[in-house]
Each structure stands twice: as C-alpha cells, then as structure tokens.
C-alpha cells in the first residue's frame, strides 16, 4: 500500500510539474520574443505529462500506446517540417480538430462502457464528447475551406433554427444517456447529432473568418480536455485544458471585436 501510495504521489508531482509548464508556456507564447522558449516549455510539460501515464499502476497496454505515440509523432514532425508558414493556419485547425477528437474519442469510450460511475462522471462525460465532436468535426470543415478544398459558402434559409433544433436534439440525448445510462445506439446518435452540429455550424462562414473560428473551436477543445480529465482523475488534463479554454476565450473575444 505504501509502494502504491509513493507511486500515486509521483504521478501526482509530475502532472503538477507538467501543468506548470503547460502555464508558463502558454504564457511566454504571448510575446514574440518569448514565444519559441514558450512552446519548448510546453513540449516539455506534454512530454512530462505522456511519460507519467506509463506508470500508472494496472497499466498493460504499452504496445498499444507506444504506437500511438509513434504515428502521432511521426506524422506531426513529418507535416510540421514541410508545411509553409502561410498555411499554418490549416495546420492549427487540422491540429486542433484532433484535440477535440481525442476528448470525444475519450468521452465515446467511458460511455460505451455503459458503466454507471454516478451523476457527476457521466455529465463531464457527455458535455466532453458533445465539445469534443462539435470541435472535431467543425475544425475539419475549417482546415478544408482554408486549404481550398472547400471553396463554396453552404447558406440556406432556416439555418440557424437547424442549428438550434440540432443542438437541443444532442442536449436531449445527452440527458437520456446520463439518466438512463443508454445503450451504444443512443451513444451513436448523440455522437452523430453532435459532429453535424460542428458541420452545420462552420459551413456559411467565409475563409475572412476562419481564424476567430478556429480560435473559437480552440477554445472548445480545452474545455472538452478539462471535462475528459476530470473524467479520468488526471489533473494535468485538467489544468492544461482550462488554462487552453480560457485563453482560446480571450483570443476569440479580442479577435471578433
């Protein structure tokens, strides 16, 4: 129990050292003189963060995360290297959209379990998966309008009540699988409600505006990370995806003034 406990408290001093650079990062980003010690900091509070995870106690599936890590890895330094500083843009909302994936991916997870963890867990769950998918799939749809591959705006009478008719269906469904706790059909549809929404959404905004919308889904998938770590019990998600969330806020607000 001791050994368990000494390992707990490890894990714990290490999210807290990942957070703090995630913060100090973020921070030193805000100032072109700083900025490229700022994503250093913050690689090395992700690094920090990806190698605790390793020794979490009943962890057995290294192989798998270990792959994981090697494709991501590998296909960001590839991307990273090659892309031109004028298409950044596309390459900050194809980044974020799998941000917001990932905490979906994670929220999608917990609830095909079908498990029931109580009120608390559930809720932080589905508003994660629900921000996460929005996030996800409205930043795909960003990344292709900016990289010309979508080259029409999508208007259509009636398409903010759509929107809206949308987003109460997903909030409804939401509410059946946390009182519930539903089966994966109900799971399905919520997540499919929830990716259309990021479409239908994203789809009459002009490229001119694609940078406060990719701010704006930035935003989003913090705050879908902080649910899925509050999920997880994993304060570095917690911290790093709040943190993430309010400043994605502030940039959005500065940006569509």
């Avoid at 707990?8 to 990942?18: H, S, T």
């Avoid at 913050?42 to 290294?62: E, S, W």
């Avoid at 997870?109 to 029931?116: I, M, N, R, S, T």
């Avoid at 809720?123 to 996800?136: C, H, R, T, Y």
């Amino acid at each position: 129990m001791s050994d368990f406990l000494t390992l707990r408290g490890l894990i714990e001093a290490c999210y807290f050292l990942a957070a703090i650079l995630f913060i100090f990062g973020l921070k030193r980003m805000s100032s072109p003189v700083t900025a490229r010690g700022g994503i250093i900091w913050a690689g090395a509070g992700m690094l920090v963060a990806t190698l605790v995870t390793f020794l979490y106690p009943g962890m057995d599936n290294y192989l798998l995360m270990m792959a994981g890590i090697a494709i991501g890895g590998i296909a960001a330094y590839v991307s990273g290297k090659k892309v031109a500083m004028t298409d950044m843009p596309q390459m900050i909302a194809l980044y974020n959209g799998m941000g917001g994936g990932a905490a979906a991916a994670i929220a999608a997870v917990e609830l095909f379990g079908g498990a029931d963890h109580g009120l608390t867990f559930s809720i932080l769950a589905v508003l994660g998966g629900l921000i996460g998918a929005v996030s996800f799939s409205g930043s795909l749809i960003a990344f292709a309008k900016l990289q010309g591959l979508m080259k029409t705006t999508v208007r259509f009478g009636g398409q903010q009540a759509l929107n809206m008719l949308l987003l109460i269906a997903a909030l409804v469904l939401a509410g059946i699988i946390v009182v519930q706790h539903s089966g994966a059909s109900t799971v399905t549809i919520f997540f499919v409600v929830a990716l259309i929404i990021g479409i239908t959404m994203t789809l009459p905004i002009g490229g001119a505006d694609m940078p406060v919308v990719i701010s704006l889904y930035n935003a989003l998938t913090g705050l879908a990370v902080a649910f899925e770590g509050f999920v997880l019990q994993n304060a570095a998600m917690i911290i790093a995806g709040t943190v993430v969330g309010a400043a994605g806020t502030l940039l959005t607000q500065l940006m569509a003034k």
